[in-house]
Nanobody, 124 residues
Framework: QVQLRESGGGLVQAGASLRLACVGT????????IGWFRQGRGTVREFIAA????????FYSDAVKGRFKVSRVKAENTVFLEMKNLKSEDTGVYSC?????????????????WGQGTQVTVSS
């Protein structure tokens, strides 16, 4: 079992950058693929990015490709989501989630463990 906690959200203007962190507790955190999802008001939770348990493979949605970067620091049990050139449509609650599958998953229902989320608001 693993517990996750996100941090780093906030209110920024369009074009700004933010770095979110997902800190995991539990000795097996580094064995999990970590995904980032966001949910805007009145919208469904959508896949943003994921990084494999090895850390060598990362995946992004088309909406954020080229602007966001996911990375992990195993020694710190932390996965980061660096977000650049933020847009108003990036506004939402960002959550990290952990999955134990061998292959990276893109559907939220495939992830067993979730953090509480952190709010990102981008003003235009």
């Amino acid at each position: 079992q693993v517990q996750l906690r996100e941090s780093g959200g906030g209110l920024v203007q369009a074009g700004a950058s933010l770095r979110l962190a997902c800190v995991g507790t539990g000795s097996t955190f580094n064995d999990y693929t970590i995904g980032w999802f966001r949910q805007g008001r009145g919208t469904v939770r959508e896949f943003i990015a994921a990084i494999s348990w090895k850390g060598g493979d990362s995946f992004y949605s088309d909406a954020v490709k080229g602007r966001f970067k996911v990375s992990r620091v195993k020694a710190e049990n932390t996965v980061f989501l660096e977000m650049k050139n933020l847009k108003s449509e990036d506004t939402g609650v960002y959550s990290c989630a952990a999955d134990y599958s061998l292959n990276v998953q893109f559907e939220p229902q495939q992830y067993a463990y979730w953090g509480q989320g952190t709010q990102v608001t981008v003003s235009s």
